[in-house]
């Protein structure tokens, strides 16, 4: 072991999210010959929101919101258990376009040091080993309440891996994104939702809700191992979403609403069902997928899609789901 304490600066890439349009149809740490590593990350402190979009691509900006999860060499742990991995909260530059966090490890005698990271801390399910190989298990949330000009932050899902022969002073962290995203661009809901004012004047009509439903996974468990560049969704993982907007977005329609969801696609024999929720009643409406009509979802890639009012049908004795 080496008993000198180090410092090591890591630094990480801005990230991007660039557009694909579509339309509709902290445990203890073990504290014996620690080396001290300083991190450094692109985005606003410690998880994710977007920023000011430019030429199509959104900026990827942390905030203090979610720790990362850091790792170093064959260490493993979950939220509630770890064998020497760190949870921290990063400390943002001024415009959060960097990110800056430190951790300490044993320093292991050994010719490869590798540092992995995962946030947001809150989806990690387990960081591992499987084969040698290291693993890392995430939770999509479901349920998720998107802001104005970004998703939910704890549906931002990131990985970062740096390797080196020598234990490092500066350790450059690459984050990548496990995440997709969408961008529901427009939805709006027949005339008939909205006839006139709430006869509760302290009640302003609106949509406060959306409930995304597909025959297939959209949101739940993600996995990657890090030799590889495929994020793989469980088969049995959730087949739903659900917005909460009853924040600054709502409104009597909706605009630029962001989520996230599991990498995947929607193509011929595949549906989307859309139920909303107002704060009277509930409109549900189900778009039927073609070959020349389709929706897909990549990771780190931000696909547009819009939901015109045709075809929605009003649920009877619907209730107020606010």
Known sequence: MNNLMRNIAFAATA?????????????????????AVDFTASGHVTK???????????????????????????????QGWTD????????????????????????????????????????????????????????????????????????????ARADFTDYPENVPLAFTHLSAYGKIARLELPEEAFPGESDDSNIEAGIVGVLLETNKPISGEIYRNFDENTVHVNKDATKYIYLDVNNELKGKALRDVFFACVPMQLVEGDYLKVTVYTTSDTWVKTINFSSSHALSFSSGRISSFSISSDGFEKLPDSSNCA
Request: overall charge negative; glycine content about 8%; charged content about 15%.
């Open 15 to 35: 990230l991007t999210l660039v557009f694909s349009c579509n339309e509709e149809s902290m445990p203890d740490v073990v504290n014996r010959n620690l080396a």
């Open 48 to 78: 994710t929101v977007f920023g000011i979009p430019d030429n199509g691509s959104y900026p990827v900006l942390w905030t203090e919101n979610q720790k990362v999860a850091l790792f170093y060499n064959s260490q493993t742990g979950d």
């Open 84 to 159: 020497g991995a760190q949870y921290v909260t990063p400390v943002p530059s001024e415009g959060g376009l960097t990110a800056s966090f430190s951790a300490s490890f044993s320093n292991e005698e050994s010719d490869r040091h590798s540092f992995f990271a995962f946030s947001p801390l809150g989806a990690l399910k387990w960081m591992g080993n499987e084969d040698g190989k290291k693993v890392v298990y995430a939770i999509l949330p479901a349920d998720q309440i998107p802001h104005m000009g970004t998703c939910d932050e704890k549906g931002q899902l990131l990985v």
